[in-house]
T-cell receptor
Framework: GAVVSQHPSWVICKSGTSVKIECRSL??????MFWYRQFPKQSLMLMAT?????????EQGVEKDKFLINHASLTLSTLTVTSAHPEDSSFYIC????????????FGSGTRLTVV | SQQGEEDPQALSIQEGENATMNCSYK?????LQWYRQNSGRGLVHLIL?????REKHSGRLRVTLDTSKKSSSLLITASRAADTASYFC??????????FGKGTMLLVSP
């Protein structure tokens, strides 16, 4: 089946630095990628939807200048957390639709970000 | 997006027992899906039920959907210790984005 490769799986960074998370479609061309954030013991919250070649659509309350999303190709979407703060520490997961007819989604393995 | 509710928030059972988790949502939907997440890991798709379906089975999993009550349930029969995980429902309201419920943490003790 379709696979999304997400890395890094975990990262620790200092406050004020930027971190890039990559999601790569290994055997599928993803025109749409979804980015979620999950705080400990909570559910997934959609942050933004990125479409290949166009600007991402951000959910209410998500700062687009802080969470930069690039979806320059059909196989790669990146999320950059800029000027990270400890409150940005979270689990970030990407997802893509692999079969619109059957509503099939696949998820990356997630990135645990810790900002110290 | 509006999150619904899942109950219970946490469920602790013994191996061999059945586990039932419930999910409620707030909008009309095209389909509802259930996912499993092991601690600190990504999500694994378990089962999808369409809005015109009322019940679906997959192995030890049974899902029901009541669109009049905007609710769904996931039943895991004959649970195993390896079923220990968090379970989330998620629904597609027709815009190709998934909204997730708050999740149920299931602990199955040997």
């Amino acid at each position: 089946g379709a696979v999304v490769s997400q890395h890094p799986s975990w990262v620790i960074c200092k406050s004020g630095t930027s971190v890039k998370i990559e999601c790569r479609s290994l055997d599928f061309q993803a025109t749409t990628m979804f980015w979620y954030r999950q705080f400990p013991k909570q559910s997934l919250m959609l942050m933004a939807t990125s479409n290949e070649g166009s600007k991402a659509t951000y959910e209410q309350g998500v700062e687009k200048d802080k969470f930069l999303i690039n979806h320059a190709s059909l196989t790669l979407s990146t999320l950059t957390v800029t000027s990270a703060h400890p409150e940005d520490s979270s689990f970030y997961i990407c997802s893509q639709i692999v079969n619109r007819a059957n509503y099939g989604y696949t998820f990356g393995s997630g990135t645990r970000l810790t900002v110290v | 997006s509006q999150q619904g509710e899942e109950d219970p928030q946490a469920l602790s059972i013994q191996e061999g027992e059945n586990a039932t988790m419930n999910c409620s949502y707030k909008t009309s939907i095209n389909n509802l899906q259930w996912y499993r997440q092991n601690s600190g890991r990504g999500l694994v798709h378990l089962i999808l039920i369409r809005s015109n379906e009322r019940e679906k089975h997959s192995g030890r999993l049974r899902v029901t959907l009541d669109t009049s009550k905007k609710s769904s349930s996931l039943l895991i029969t004959a649970s195993r210790a390896a079923d220990t995980a968090s379970y989330f429902c998620a629904w597609d309201s027709g815009y190709s984005t998934l909204t997730f419920g708050k999740g149920t943490m299931l602990l199955v003790s040997p």
